[in-house]
């Protein structure tokens, strides 16, 4: 099997993977935020006063820090032009006008089948987003049945 496909980068596939990749961190950033709001209103309820650092801590990991992680992994994720991407027997290679990158089944911890993308896990933010736009659902099945027979999870 040997699949080509030459795609630009669509921002809102590439926000939409920014968002699936991230959602871990966020949820932990999100949740130690909103604890340290609770702390912060626990300790002005018991009379010692608003503890603005708490408060402001709290802020910082409920709002700003999903915010700055979700937009920094979509930003990194469109940046460039078009690219080129081989799906073969062997792996995935992508390439661009700057670099090629070749990787092996087993590089990859697993795929995610998004809508109008796969997004091929190489592990912690790593990853290769391929869309789907112009493949068959045949296509689309061949690869990921490729990804399954090299030992590569599908979700």
Not at 76 to 94: K, L, N
């Amino acid at each position: 099997m040997l699949l080509q496909i030459t795609a630009h980068r669509d921002p809102h596939l590439a926000a939409a993977a920014a968002r699936h990749e991230t959602r871990r961190p966020v949820m932990l950033a999100r949740i130690g935020g909103w604890a340290l709001l609770g702390l912060a209103v626990l300790i002005q309820w018991t009379g010692h006063g608003l503890n603005y650092t708490l408060l402001l801590a709290g802020v910082v990991l409920a709002v700003v820090v999903p915010m700055f992680l979700v937009n920094q992994g979509a930003r990194r994720a469109r940046d460039g032009g078009p690219a080129t991407y081989e799906i073969s027997d062997g792996g995935v290679t992508t390439s661009t006008a700057e670099s090629r990158h070749a990787y092996a089944w087993n590089a990859f911890r697993h795929v995610d089948f998004l809508a109008g993308q796969l997004v091929f896990n190489l592990g912690g933010s790593r990853s290769i987003r391929v869309p789907t736009r112009g493949l068959s659902p045949q296509q689309i099945n061949e690869v990921l049945n490729t990804a399954v027979a090299n030992g590569v999870p599908v979700r």
